[in-house]
């Protein structure tokens, strides 16, 4: 109704304009904890007056856009600054945030951003601690998203966002591995190679194939090299095995 509208309209405008000035009295009122102060304002809004209200609300869509644009903004900040502690903290508050908005809100699809924010935060926080130990840690995310979702399997949407987060985080640790040339990354390539192929057996989609040789001439490639093998015979004899 409009004046529905209305107030949640005055209320997604007074209560980040109260952030902000929370912030500023605080000397906090950087341009990275404004925007995450006012994404999850808004959000946080958004899921009350969900709550609130059953019908559709007029502003519910808009809402939605300018906070996760805000949290994007945010987050994009977060990353060109390479400020590991300042960007494990925050990563880590959107992670809890998001998990509890997707909770809330009862939508798997909204799951696949917690998902991310918690690979970001672990990412950060080894670096903050000056420990490099990246690639074990996020495969090891990885299977556990992935067993997560076998796991529940029953609650299809929820078990499909938890086995898709999974294959995406590991292929793009896979590919960190290659590009950074990263020692022993091969084995955990083959690893995800392994969730790929264990995913077409369960979804019996032969498009998750295509993963499989991908990961494991991936794996390949970076054993051979941390075995000191050079030869092209031994390594075409392998990508051969492969496929």
Known sequence: SQKQGGLELGAQLLFPAAVYLILADFKTAETVYTLIGISITWLALDTIFALTFKEKRPLEISVKVIGATTALMASLILVGENDPDKAAI????????????????????????????????????????????????????????????????????????????????????????????????????????????????????GWFEIGIPVLFNIGAFLILRDLEIKEPVYHLLAYSLVW
């Open 90 to 205: 925050c990563f880590g508050i959107y992670t809890f945030f998001f998990a509890l908005y997707t909770l809330f809100h009862k939508k798997a699809a909204y799951g696949y951003i917690p998902a991310t924010y918690l690979a970001f935060t672990i990412f950060y926080a080894l670096n903050a601690f000056k420990v490099d130990a990246w690639l074990p840690a996020l495969t090891a995310l990885a299977v556990l998203y992935f067993l997560a979702g076998v796991a529940i399997k029953s609650k299809e949407n929820w078990s499909h966002m938890l086995r898709n987060s999974a294959l995406a985080l590991g292929t793009i640790v896979s590919i960190g591995a290659l590009l950074t040339s990263k020692e022993t990354g091969g084995w955990y390539a083959l690893v995800i190679g392994l969730l790929f192929a264990a995913e077409m057996y369960l979804s019996r989609n």
